[in-house]
């Protein structure tokens, strides 16, 4: 595929262990085909089968490393400083991109350079890889956002790399929802988002990921995405009330919408079966 005319991508790879899902990810990215492509690899210094998987994509990679650090957060914030790109994103080493999305997301900036955000839907996936749902975005609004019924699927997203600058890097004294806070800054400072209906990354649950290993835990991912949440919406003059209200009703009427559509499903087909 000839995308040389595309902008730069440069993807960084945090990992840690999770050499059951890398190669995966690895091939997910290669498969686009993207010829302006910049993959760096940042691991922690796995004791698994990481090291093998790498050393079969070693020249694919512009940079890689393995080696212990101060968690996921400083792993990105070290990838973007070696990143060249003019588009940056990280994907996490257990979730992977759908065919032709970097030639969707390439052309898309190269047609609209005022987009400093462009952010499409996920498909999120069990360890198997069998698809468990399809995340569908809504109208974007600040609001939504807050309150969390908005949110911008980060293995979906991409950005330009002068947003770094502006913004600063991922917050490193955050161990969950650094994503949160590093689009909520993009955010509020009124830089142009841009939402696509169209699923450009799968999301991976599983038992060792850490959103879902980190959901109980004090200081998890919930108690940290409260403490974001409150702190967006009175830096920015939100009544954080009206948010949590905001979250309750868009969660009511998705259920009203979702008995609507089961019994539309059963009206026109089970009964008529």
């Known amino acids: ?29 290669l498969d686009q085909n993207y010829s302006n492509l910049e993959m760096i690899l940042m ?4 004791n698994d089968n990481t090291i093998q998987i790498i050393d079969k994509y070693k020249k694919y990679f512009t940079y890689w490393i393995s080696k212990k650090d101060n968690g996921q957060s400083d792993a990105i914030n070290q990838g973007f400083k070696k990143a060249t790109g003019e588009i940056v994103t990280w994907l996490c080493s257990d979730d992977t991109y ?10 898309y900036f190269n047609e609209y350079p005022e987009i400093d955000v462009l952010f499409g839907d996920v498909k999120s996936i069990d360890s198997e890889s069998n698809v468990i749902t399809e995340l569908r975005g809504l109208k974007f609004s600040k609001r939504k956002y807050l309150s969390r019924i908005g949110t911008i699927p980060q293995p979906a997203s ?11 890097l991922l917050d490193e004294s955050l161990n969950y929802c650094m994503d949160y806070d590093f689009f909520a800054r993009i955010i ?24 879902v290993s980190g959901l109980n835990l ?14 967006y919406s009175n ?23 979702n008995i609507d559509r089961f019994l539309k499903y059963r009206k026109n087909y089970l009964v008529n079966k």
Request: glycine residues 6%.
């Open 1 to 29: 595929m000839n995308n040389s005319t595309f902008p730069k991508i440069s993807i960084i790879i945090p990992s840690y262990n999770q050499g059951m899902f890398l190669e995966e990810t690895i091939v997910s990215i």
């Open 43 to 46: 691991d922690g210094g796995s």
């Open 98 to 107: 759908l065919s032709g999305t970097l030639e969707y997301v390439g052309k």
């Open 158 to 168: 991409f950005f330009k790399k002068s947003l770094l600058e502006k913004i600063g």
């Open 188 to 211: 509020f400072t009124d830089h142009n988002l841009l939402h696509v209906n169209i699923s450009l990354a799968t999301y991976r649950y599983h038992n060792l990921s850490k959103s």
């Open 218 to 231: 004090e200081g998890g991912h919930n108690s940290t995405m409260i403490i974001l949440q409150k702190k």
């Open 235 to 257: 830096e920015n003059n939100y009544n954080l009330s009206v948010v949590k209200l905001s979250r309750i009703w868009f969660n009511f009427l998705r259920i009203l919408k």
